[in-house]
Each structure stands twice: as C-alpha cells, then as structure tokens.
C-alpha cells in the first residue's frame, strides 16, 4: 500500500496495544473515585479511531493532502538529524528561514515542502518528534498524535463535568463524540494540536481563576497552550479573549449577594469585557502585525473571496460581499454565524466526508430549533447570568463560528475550521436544556405545593366529620 511500509504493521499494532494498555490502566484506577472516567477508554478509542480513519482516507482516497505533507517533512527532518545534529537542533529551536534552508538540506536529505510558513512549519517541528518516537512509521505518528492529543480533550471534559456533574452523558457526547470532531482533531494536522491547546487552555483558566488551585504549574500550561495557538493558528486566541474576559467578570458578578446589583451591574461589564478585548487587541495591533485587527479584517476579505474561486471544484458558498471594517462585516455576522454551525446542509455534501458534517449539522439546526421553540427566541439570555462557564462556551463558539464564517468559503475548509465552534456550541446547548428543564420541573413542584396547600387549607376549615372531606382524603 502506498505512503505506508513493513514498520507500520508491526510497529503499529504493537503502540496501539500499548496505548490501550495504559488508557485502560487509567480508567480502572480513578473510574471508583471519578465515575466520568467510564466514558475515558471510549473516548480514546473514537480518538484512535479518528486518527486512523483520517490517515486511510488521505493516504487511499485523496492520495495526498496536509497531514501526508508534514509527515514528509518530518522525515527529511529526521534525515537532517543523523547527517547534521547541530543543524536539526537550530531548525528545532529556531524554524526555518531561507538561509537554514539552503544550508542544510540537499537532494539526499531533502527539501522541506512548508518552509515558506513558520506556522505551517510548527507542525512540522511538533511532528518531528513524534516521527522519531514512531520510528519513521506514518501510522504510529498518527496514534501518537491522537494519544497526546487526547489529554487536552479529556481535560475539557473534566471542566464541564466539574461544573455539571448531572450532565456527564452529555458532556461526553459534546466534547469527546462528535465525529467530526475527533475526526479532524486526531490526525497529523493543525488542528490536532490546537484542539488539544484549546482544552489545556480552558483547563488551565478554569483551575486558575474559578478553582484557584495549583496557580503556578496551571499558569505555564495556560502559556504554553497559548504559544502552540499563537504560533499555529492565531486567530483562535483571539476568539478566546472575549469569552476568557467574560468568564472572569462572570465569576465576579455571581460572588455578589445582591440580586438587584447583580443584575444590574451584569449586562454592564460584560460589554466592558467585550470591549475591552477589542481594544486590547487593537492597541497590540504593533506587537501582533498581520494578526492585528484591521489586518485580520483585510485578511478575511481577501480569503474569503480566494475560496470562493472556481479552482476549488464548485465546493464554496457565499453569504454576501463586505468590507473590511466591523460594522460592515457584523451585518454578515448572522450568515457567517449560520454557516459556520448550521452548514454544509445535506443537500450541499458531495463526498462521503462532507455527508457526514450535512448530518451533523441537520442534527444541530434541529436541537437549537426545538431548545429556541421551547424558551422563545431570547429566553436563553437568561441562563446566561447563571453559569459563568456557560457565558464562556456560548460567547467562544458564536465569537468563533462567526471568525470562521466571516473568512472562510469553502466547505472543504469550513468542516476543519469549525471543530473547536462544535464541542463548546453542543455542550452549551445541552447545559441551557438542563437549566430548562430544571425550571419546569420547579415550576411543577411549586404548582403542585400550592394546590396542597389551598387543599390542605380548605380541609382544616372543613367539619373533619364531613363525609367529602373523607373521599377526598382517600383519593
């Protein structure tokens, strides 16, 4: 079979082995002391399962793409190693300009096909290592990917499940099941790394800021978890800094103990929050360069129009033509928002890949339809105010959603962009359902004390010798 060798099927079934071993371990230590653990080996076996998955798809069907691109790399990197140690560990630390290009590599070796992008090359230099560990095997670097990949994931989950302990199930099938999800999330691919990032990210706050605990070693798994976005896709930390801000102000409104302050002072600072991401985003716009804001704009423009080109086989959409300034592009922001969640529909797949997110998002438009049929158009506003970790998940995924629909086109493109929308997006649906239904269930209780107790009135003014008095009772 072609792009794969005799090292992947023996090596490779050994390190899945192996990687089951250790997770199965895991889940059987901790299950009895944290139940959420009976979803741990689950959800890395769809992980593996992704990974695996992802690697025949290209290697068989599409026969090239991005993750058989760093894979490459990554060999003529491990190539560069056992010819010039001192040269590798530079490219390593430092990346890759146009001078270390051509100075240590050469037709034996090779010549990196991503050298041009230092983001791109990221992966690379990440992939690199793996590759060694996989001894050169493109199916073990892929289940390496997924195994490592996981903890992010999982710590997402363990958030959720912090907060919402009743929703286990649930939160299980937003953050660890959703197919594309762990589809596009477990391969040698950006967005394995970042998706994992994501969940280290929001770990880390969540341990810092609303838990308080362990504040050092969670700071530098904030940091950390920040650069690998930074330095691969950017454009999701900043998605990030509006929620992140939200979050904080959140946890301060809910500490006060007076309601009418409460709400008060709540819709205030959170457009303070939201504000002031913007303008700290602006006043970096010198450190950031091309990731400051007006360039962002100016980029989303133009990637939005290059997508649309006939040269991507007819697989684009379009919400309009926009400028690149805010106000012009919040017009688009309920289309970009819509497709970035709602599309490919099913009616738009034309790949059995695409087939699969027309499904998904079927299944998402309906769920959304019948929460908003239920609480009315804006009712959901109000459990907002009730959970700072919701606040946080619903502003990320629409702020995000509406990033992804804004500059992106493609369908090819939007089904990987759109994955860490998904998790946060799903998972908000299913805690604002939760608050529904625990309203109702108050509702009725509360109906049902009333009644007993305008009954329960009405027969102590009641002659106890009364004959109805004792049919009633009886019933």
Same mark, same amino acid.
């Given at each position: 079979?072609?792009?794969?060798?005799?090292?992947?099927?023996?090596?490779?079934?050994?390190?899945?082995?192996?990687?089951?071993?250790?997770?199965?371990?895991?889940?059987?230590?901790?299950?009895?002391?944290?139940?959420?653990?009976?979803?741990?080996?689950?959800?890395?076996?769809?992980?593996?399962?992704?990974?695996?998955?992802?690697?025949?798809?290209?290697?068989?069907?599409?026969?090239?793409?991005?993750?058989?691109?760093?894979?490459?790399?990554?060999?003529?990197?491990?190539?560069?190693?056992?010819?010039? /140690? =001192?040269? *590798? !560990?530079?490219?390593?630390?430092?990346?890759? @300009?146009?001078?270390?290009?051509? $100075?240590?590599?050469? #037709?034996?070796?090779?010549?990196?096909?991503?050298?041009?992008?230092?983001?791109?090359?990221?992966?690379?230099?990440?992939?690199?290592?793996?590759?060694?560990?996989?001894?050169?095997?493109?199916?073990?670097?892929?289940?390496?990917?997924?195994?490592?990949?996981?903890?992010?994931?999982?710590?997402?989950?363990?958030?959720?499940?912090?907060?919402?302990?009743?929703?286990?199930?649930?939160?299980?099938?937003?953050?660890?099941?959703? /197919? =594309?999800? *762990? !589809?596009?999330?477990?391969?040698?691919?950006? @967005?394995?790394?970042?998706?994992? $990032?994501?969940?280290? #990210?929001?770990?880390?706050?969540?341990?810092?800021?609303?838990?308080?605990?362990?504040?050092?070693?969670?700071?530098?798994?904030?940091?950390?978890?920040?650069?690998?976005?930074?330095?691969?896709?950017?454009?999701?930390?900043?998605?990030?800094?509006?929620?992140?801000?939200?979050?904080?102000?959140?946890?301060?409104?809910?500490?006060?103990?007076?309601?009418?302050?409460?709400?008060?002072?709540?819709?205030?600072?959170?457009?303070?929050?939201?504000?002031?991401?913007?303008?700290?985003?602006?006043?970096?716009?010198?450190?950031?360069?091309?990731?400051?804001?007006?360039?962002?704009?100016?980029?989303?423009?133009?990637?939005?129009?290059?997508?649309?080109?006939?040269?991507?086989?007819?697989?684009?959409?379009?919400?309009?033509?926009?400028?690149?300034?805010?106000?012009?592009?919040?017009?688009?922001?309920?289309?970009?928002?819509?497709?970035?969640?709602?599309?490919?529909?099913?009616?738009?797949?034309?790949?059995?890949?695409?087939?699969?997110?027309?499904?998904?998002?079927?299944?998402?438009?309906?769920?959304?339809?019948?929460?908003?049929?239920?609480?009315?158009?804006?009712?959901?506003?109000?459990?907002?105010?009730?959970?700072?970790?919701?606040?946080?998940?619903?502003?990320?995924?629409?702020?995000?959603?509406?990033?992804?629909?804004?500059?992106?086109?493609?369908?090819?493109?939007?089904?990987?962009?759109?994955?860490?929308?998904?998790?946060?997006?799903?998972?908000?649906?299913?805690?604002?359902?939760?608050?529904?239904?625990?309203?109702?269930?108050?509702?009725?209780?509360?109906?049902?004390?009333?009644?007993?107790?305008?009954?329960?009135?009405?027969?102590?003014?009641?002659?106890?010798?009364?004959?109805?008095?004792?049919?009633?009772?009886?019933?």
């Amino acid at each position: 079979m072609r792009f794969f060798n005799l090292v992947d099927f023996i090596y490779g079934p050994l390190v899945l082995i192996f990687i089951i071993i250790i997770t199965r371990s895991k889940k059987y230590s901790l299950v009895k002391k944290f139940p959420e653990y009976k979803y741990y080996t689950k959800g890395m076996y769809v992980k593996l399962a992704g990974g695996l998955a992802l690697c025949l798809i290209y290697t068989q069907y599409y026969g090239g793409g991005d993750t058989i691109g760093y894979f490459q790399d990554s060999m003529i990197m491990v190539r560069l190693l056992f010819k010039n /140690p =001192s040269g *590798f !560990f530079s490219v390593m630390i430092n990346g890759l @300009d146009m001078e270390s290009y051509w $100075a240590y590599f050469d #037709y034996n070796i090779g010549y990196p096909m991503y050298y041009r992008d230092p983001m791109t090359f990221m992966v690379v230099r990440f992939t690199t290592v793996l590759t060694l560990l996989a001894a050169g095997s493109y199916i073990v670097t892929t289940l390496l990917f997924a195994w490592f990949s996981y903890g992010g994931v999982w710590r997402l989950y363990k958030v959720f499940v912090a907060e919402f302990p009743d929703l286990k199930k649930e939160m299980a099938i937003a953050v660890l099941f959703i /197919p =594309s999800v *762990f !589809f596009w999330s477990s391969g040698v691919l950006k @967005d394995t790394i970042t998706m994992s $990032a994501i969940g280290y #990210y929001t770990y880390a706050f969540y341990q810092i800021f609303i838990v308080r605990d362990k504040i050092l070693g969670n700071l530098f798994i904030m940091f950390l978890s920040v650069f690998l976005i930074m330095s691969i896709k950017p454009y999701i930390a900043f998605a990030l800094l509006p929620g992140s801000l939200i979050w904080v102000v959140n946890k301060f409104i809910f500490s006060l103990k007076n309601k009418v302050i409460k709400n008060m002072i709540g819709p205030f600072m959170l457009v303070i929050a939201i504000g002031g991401g913007y303008l700290i985003l602006n006043s970096l716009k010198g450190l950031l360069g091309i990731y400051s804001v007006d360039q962002v704009l100016e980029r989303a423009v133009i990637s939005n129009q290059d997508l649309k080109a006939d040269y991507y086989g007819g697989n684009s959409f379009d919400i309009g033509d926009f400028d690149p300034t805010v106000s012009s592009m919040l017009s688009k922001a309920p289309a970009a928002i819509n497709a970035a969640i709602f599309r490919p529909y099913l009616w738009e797949s034309r790949n059995i890949v695409m087939l699969v997110s027309g499904l998904e998002s079927m299944m998402l438009l309906f769920l959304t339809f019948r929460f908003f049929i239920q609480v009315r158009l804006f009712g959901f506003l109000k459990y907002l105010t009730r959970s700072h970790l919701l606040a946080f998940s619903l502003i990320f995924s629409l702020f995000f959603a509406f990033s992804v629909g804004i500059s992106t086109s493609n369908f090819g493109s939007l089904v990987r962009y759109r994955i860490p929308v998904l998790p946060f997006y799903v998972a908000s649906l299913f805690i604002m359902q939760y608050y529904y239904k625990r309203d109702r269930k108050s509702d009725s209780i509360s109906e049902q004390e009333e009644l007993e107790y305008k009954f329960g009135k009405t027969a102590d003014q009641t002659n106890p010798d009364d004959s109805s008095l004792t049919i009633f009772e009886a019933k």
